[in-house]
């Protein structure tokens, strides 16, 4: 009996790059009677299987309730989900799962004292609203530039742009690398693991290292929020700091941050601790660093 393997998210993301590879090396061969035959060829077994595609949930929609159950499953499959949003039979409006991604990194965005708001979704672009703190400090650049983006990638790849509210909107075809509108170069993020902090007393604060990369992560009242393990003031390591009702005080020079709010300065000035993206995901804990 054939054994059924599970695909996972990374095998799927290096199919879908494997076969954009190939598309483009197709295009950018020099015109040729073979390279007619190899397009038409792709775009006739593309065809075929929209239409084989189409007819299956054709069949599942027509069981009602069960078959909806079903196919709504099937779209939670990483690799059926690229082929349903392919040809354009994904059982889940854009809208909702461009309001899911933000629901997924809400928590994230809470944690820092701010939020996000999906304003409108017009002509495959969203526009988006942040709201406190994360609207006008460091940390909603790399909240947005990396969990946001994530998010809204995983799940609605079919989005065409993303517009900040204030900001243009810039648009890409269907399929590729979705443009989230930010200030200064865009970083290329990793989310990697950090299993030692996943049962983080509250009111504690830990100092862990990730990929070379120093870090002190607190549990505040159930919340993890990461930082860069390195005063702003003083340029010392805060993993000896004391930390108390969400405000970490330097080991050093004796000035306090208050996590919650993006680890700002409460001596009146305008310093403030580098943020670290930390999700928390089916009881994993993961940051997120620049490569």
């Excluded at 590879?21 to 061969?29: N, T």
């Excluded at 809470?110 to 495959?124: A, F, I, T």
């Excluded at 990461?226 to 930390?243: I, P």
Aim: charged share 20%; with cysteine.
């Amino acid at each position: 009996m054939d054994t059924v393997t599970d695909t996972s998210t990374e095998d799927v993301q290096q199919l879908v790059e494997r076969v954009q590879e190939l598309q483009a090396r197709l295009e950018s061969s020099s015109p040729s009677p073979a390279r007619d035959v190899a397009e038409e060829l792709t775009s006739a077994v593309v065809q075929m299987y929209g239409a084989g595609l189409e007819r299956i949930v054709g069949s599942l929609e027509a069981f009602g309730d069960e078959g909806e159950r079903i196919l709504a499953e099937l779209a939670g499959d990483p690799l059926v989900a690229t082929l349903l949003l392919i040809h354009d039979l994904h059982p889940i409006a854009l809208e909702q799962r461009v309001q899911a991604a933000l629901d997924s990194v809400r928590p994230y965005m809470e944690s820092h004292g701010g939020n996000v708001e999906l304003l409108s979704l017009d002509r495959g672009v969203a526009r988006i609203h942040l709201r406190g703190s994360c609207s006008d400090c460091s940390a909603s650049s790399v909240t947005l530039e990396l969990a946001i983006k994530q998010a809204l990638e995983e799940m609605a790849p079919d989005l065409e742009g993303l517009e900040v509210d204030g900001m243009a909107a810039q648009t890409v075809p269907t399929g590729m690398e979705l443009p989230v509108v930010m200030s200064g170069p865009a970083p290329a993020p990793v989310w990697i693991d950090v299993e030692s902090v996943a049962s983080l007393p509250s009111g504690s604060l830990a100092a862990v290292s990730v990929a070379g990369s120093e870090l002190v992560v607190a549990n505040v009242d159930g919340s993890l929020l990461a930082y860069r393990d390195r005063c702003a003031s003083c340029g010392a390591g805060l993993h000896d700091g004391l930390l108390l009702a969400g405000a970490l005080s330097c080991p050093e020079c004796a000035r306090s941050f208050f996590l919650p709010s993006a680890g700002r300065s409460m001596d009146g000035d305008r310093l403030q601790l580098d943020p670290v993206p930390l999700l928390r995901e089916d009881g994993r804990v993961k940051v997120a660093l620049a490569q």
